[in-house]
């Protein structure tokens, strides 16, 4: 059995470190160590703990991320994390493994890893489809977590502080903003075309210059939205993307 990855998250945005978080379960050679809102924290569990990789967020309070890597005498492996792309150069100075953008998604997450090197040098076993789960969150529903695979959802409705998520199997509404819960998800799928849907794009089966069809449902595109849905849709038929 190979070798399992020991990481640490080094994030003070809660929704950017749970999605960090769910990505590193999902993939076997990873263990989650811990979750760090600073670098101070980090700089204490790191002389505690062996960690073999570091995702670490370039602005953190108190001490920003570049300025905690080059404290580090014998830092671990370090994957960047930022939603600003101009510091990918003066990153990569530090010898970091990679440099994700926000919102991260998870091929992009996996093609990090594989670039990640164990403490032996060795480069990590590919990771194979069968390591591998299919995509998912957990979902806070009546104090129960509920796991939803994100392939099963056909669209989101928004109902103010929550949503609605319909699925293949069933609905269910949990405690989210739409808006927040598109960034979670962080996958190219996802098109929000109102202020109220946001709907996965291989789920349509039908779309008009108003309106979308999942699944039989005839669910509106807000005015706002229309051109860059159909541009959106109209790239998705020629490429699939």
């Known amino acids: 059995m190979p070798e399992r990855i020991r990481c640490l998250i080094v994030e003070d945005e809660p929704l950017a470190a749970e999605v960090l978080a769910d990505y590193i379960a999902e993939v076997l050679h990873l263990e989650l160590v811990g979750i760090c809102e600073d670098a101070i924290y980090a700089s204490s569990l790191l002389k505690q703990e062996s960690i073999d990789l570091l ?12 300025d905690f890597l080059r404290m580090l005498t014998h830092p671990p492996q370090v994957i960047l994390t930022t939603a600003y792309h101009q510091y990918a150069l003066e990153a990569f100075e530090y010898d970091v493994v990679d440099y994700l953008l926000k919102p991260i998604e998870f091929e992009r997450f996996l093609q990090a890893i594989h670039k990640v090197k164990i403490a032996s040098g060795a480069e990590t076993p590919s990771i194979t489809t ?27 409705e928004s109902l103010k502080e929550y949503v609605r998520i319909h ?6 509404v949990t405690k989210f903003q739409i808006g927040e819960l598109q960034r979670v998800l962080g996958m190219p799928n996802f098109l929000r075309i109102h202020r109220s849907y946001l709907v996965a794009k291989n789920k349509i089966s039908a779309y008009s210059a108003t309106e979308v069809e999942v699944k039989g449902k005839s669910l509106p595109i807000g005015r706002t939205y229309r051109e860059e849905v159909q541009a959106n849709l109209s790239k998705f038929l020629e490429t699939g993307d």
């Open 55 to 66: 995702f670490l967020d370039i602005h953190l309070p108190k001490l920003k991320g570049l």
């Open 130 to 156: 069968t390591e591998v789960e299919e995509p998912f969150r957990f979902f806070r529903v009546n104090k129960r977590n509920v796991k939803v695979l994100l392939k099963d959802i056909i669209y989101v």
């Open 167 to 172: 699925t293949e199997q069933n609905t269910i």
